[in-house]
């Protein structure tokens, strides 16, 4: 069965969340939504260090579409 808004759909990267070092790091973030927000922010800086337009245009509609759905998700 498909979402009724699939757009609406936002990974959070658990994976990376949750192995990320604990001990011994001073860049561990125990808070979910901030680990994600520097997660993104990582991803984008990783785009915009590629020096090609189609990547830097991914990298914004990504951003975009996120901010969008979390905008949607807000208002609910």
Not at 9 to 16: T, Y
Not at 36 to 63: A, F, G, K, P, T
Request: hydrophobic share 35%; charged share 15%.
């Amino acid at each position: 069965m498909q979402p009724a808004h699939p757009s609406t759909h936002v990974s959070f990267p658990l994976w990376q969340f949750l192995t990320q070092p604990v001990f011994g790091s001073p860049k561990t973030i125990l808070n979910p939504i901030r680990f994600w927000q520097h997660y993104n922010v990582q991803q984008l800086e990783r785009c915009w260090s590629n020096d090609l337009i189609h990547l830097l245009e991914r990298c914004w509609m990504r951003d975009l579409t996120l901010e969008n759905s979390l905008n949607q998700y807000s208002q609910e």
